[in-house]
């Protein structure tokens, strides 16, 4: 039972790196608004999104007491995980905001041995290192041609995403319905971006609104995933599955940038693939 859940785990973690390769595509084509912006309207549609989810399953809205400061926790993180990365992907090489964003799994086995006390031995830990050298291949960054600030800024919200993924898995693990989750870190997040927007708002057409509510209905599908994932599997045994989006995102830039990855790119898959595959048999039951 406890190895379904993990399979299980892992294909919910596959179909989140999906969502939130989508997730990116219509914030690309968006085109040229404020980060706050995308953000609030992206965490706009997961909000409605999950609140349906939440009357269709019947679901009450509400966390017990021990578990307020966790969400509270998992919601801060998140939200400025997002506000980030978005940052980074409007003032950076979009190819190194997405390795500093890619961190994020890296930074779930950090917070998972010291949030959650989870056991981490050097032989997966050693797995992760792997996947994330496979990503630098896939991305090539530079940097020396990047600033300083928006270069920190993105790694802090490869960091949040990280640490908040990790309280995800300890919520679930403390009873919490994963609808109810990400319902609750959607509304924070436009609670905290809505002063900015008011002030700072900028008018969009009718395609600019309609990638947008796409990029919020993709990021609920990846937030369930990911929500999902954790609360099966110790982070320990599935982030690195998370690396996955970088394959996705590479096949959705070629079929609708007409992007085409180089050697490089393709040598990063082999290695991702392959850790990926070391990931799953290094933690696999041993037969006695």
Known sequence: MKQNKKYLGIIYILCSAFCFALMNVFVRLAGNLPSVQKSFFRNLAAFFFTLFILEKDGIKAGCERKNRKDLLLRSVFGTVGILCNF???????????????????????????????????????????????????????????????????????????????????????????????????????????????????????????????????????????????????PAREISVYDYSQIIFSAFLGFVLFGQIPDPLSWAGYAVICAMAVLMFFHSKPRSI
């Open 87 to 233: 940052y980074a992907v409007d003032h950076l090489v979009l190819s190194d905001a997405s390795m500093l964003n890619k961190m994020s799994p890296f930074f779930v086995v950090i917070g998972s041995y010291l949030i959650l006390k989870e056991k981490v031995a050097l032989s997966q830990a050693l797995i992760v290192v792997g996947a994330f050298a496979g990503s630098l291949l896939v991305i090539k960054p530079v940097f020396s041609n990047i600033d300083l600030l928006p270069s920190l800024i993105g790694l802090a919200g490869g960091f949040s995403a990280g640490i908040a993924y990790t309280y995800v898995r300890k919520l679930q693990l403390h009873g919490e319905k994963g609808p109810f989750i990400v319902c609750f870190f959607s509304l924070f997040s436009c609670a905290v971006t809505l002063p900015f927007l008011i002030f700072d708002y900028h008018p969009m057409n009718g395609e600019q609104t309609l990638f947008l509510l796409l990029a919020g209905m993709a990021a609920a599908g990846g937030q369930f995933g990911i929500t999902a994932a954790y609360g099966c599997a």
